[in-house]
């Protein structure tokens, strides 16, 4: 069974920084492209950052380009998301989402739960 | 930037009837591979989005035969045959094949009458 986990969520104050992690499990995480998707309270769905399999490739939204950088450790199946500068605005559930394999091979994403955070005075 | 607009916003449905919900783009979603990059999926109150349909018309595992999914190029529809309590949520088109970024439309919020 597919599972993701992502851990990492909390209160921090503007201009602050955040480490947000996602533990998988259940498929191949070494052979899928990887994304980060938020939605803010109430609101939609908004797509943050990809990461392709290795690594080796990442893709940011404009909002949070420079401030926010994307990784991955494939010998522990863990995706992060390094978040510096933080705005109000950046408050959200953050959801850790796996994607296609690197042939291409795509089924749709699936979602882990989502972790809170909160940025606040 | 490929923009997603859903239509309606809002959807009230009496149980057994069936629904219709319509999610255009602002650019063609076929992809150079012959298929049509378009998802849908759905968030019920509490929990994170679960897929329905991928590549327009695939349904995901384990979702019932009353979700179904067509269009290609720029029109596309998610219909629900016979709407069950179950179904209350809001529902998300979602773009994942032209990138950046990966857009999703602003949802639909099916309610039960």
């Known amino acids: 069974e597919v599972q993701l986990v992502e851990s990492g969520g909390t209160l921090v104050q503007p201009g602050g920084s955040l480490r947000l992690s996602c533990a998988v499990s259940g498929f191949t995480f070494s052979s899928h492209w990887m994304h980060w998707v938020r939605q803010a309270p109430g609101k939609g769905l908004v797509w943050v950052s990809r990461?392709?399999?290795?690594?080796?490739?990442?893709l940011y939204a404009d909002s949070v380009r420079g401030r926010f950088t994307i990784s991955r450790d494939n010998a522990k199946n863990i995706l992060y998301l390094q978040m510096n500068s933080l705005r109000a605005d950046d408050t959200a559930v953050y959801f850790c989402v796996k994607d296609r394999l690197h042939t291409g091979t795509y089924v749709g994403f699936r979602w882990g739960q989502g972790t809170l955070v909160t940025v606040s005075s | 930037e490929i923009v997603l607009t859903q239509s309606p916003l809002s959807l009230p449905v009496t149980p057994g009837e069936p629904a219709s919900i319509s999610c255009r783009s602002s650019q063609s979603l076929l992809h150079r591979d012959g298929y049509n990059y378009l998802d849908w999926y759905v968030q019920k109150p509490g929990q994170s989005p679960q897929l329905l349909i991928y590549l327009t018309s695939s349904r995901a595992s384990g979702v019932p035969d009353r979700f179904s999914g067509s269009g290609s190029g720029t029109d596309f529809t998610l219909k629900i045959s016979r709407v069950e309590a179950e179904d209350v949520g809001v529902y998300y088109c979602?773009?994942?094949?032209?990138?950046?970024?990966?857009?999703f439309g602003q949802g639909t919020q099916l309610e039960i009458k």
């Open positions: 990461i392709n399999y290795d690594g080796s490739d990442t």
């Open positions: 979602m773009q994942p094949g032209q990138a950046p970024p990966y857009s």
